[in-house]
């Protein structure tokens, strides 16, 4: 079993920024792959980015440049920093951890909102 935390969602103008963290805990050691995916009013949840465990990094055409994924090992957290934020990316933005044995087991966090006015 996989606990994810989230924090640092809220509201931000256009053009801002925020960070999200999750923090991980119970079977880290299994985790293959965490990531950020976020859901928006009516729409499906999509992904945004993903960080295997050998550092490698993954993100959505609608957030490259902007949007940077990465986790510090020691506290067992992944961070999505994103800048110039634009009223699309408004959404509940889950943390997701990918454990990859006989089959896939996707854990995932409460969700945190991001609401970005114009």
């Known amino acids: 079993q996989v606990r994810l935390v989230e924090s640092g969602g809220g509201l931000v103008q256009a053009g801002g920024s925020l960070r999200l963290s999750c923090a991980a805990s119970?079977?880290?050691?299994?985790?293959?792959?965490m990531g950020w995916y976020r859901q928006a009013p009516g729409k499906e949840r999509e992904l945004v980015a993903t960080?295997?465990?050998?550092?490698?990094?993954n993100y959505a055409d609608s957030v490259k440049g902007r949007f940077t994924i990465s986790r510090d090992n020691a506290k067992n957290t992944v961070y999505l920093q994103m800048n110039s934020l634009k009223p699309e990316d408004t959404a509940v933005y889950y943390c997701?951890?990918?454990?990859?044995?006989?089959?896939?087991?996707?854990?995932w966090g409460q969700g945190t909102q991001v609401t970005v006015s114009s």
């Open positions: 997701n951890a990918r454990i990859l044995l006989r089959r896939t087991y996707d854990y």
């Open positions: 119970g079977s880290i050691f299994s985790i293959n792959s």
């Open positions: 960080i295997p465990s050998d550092g490698s990094t």
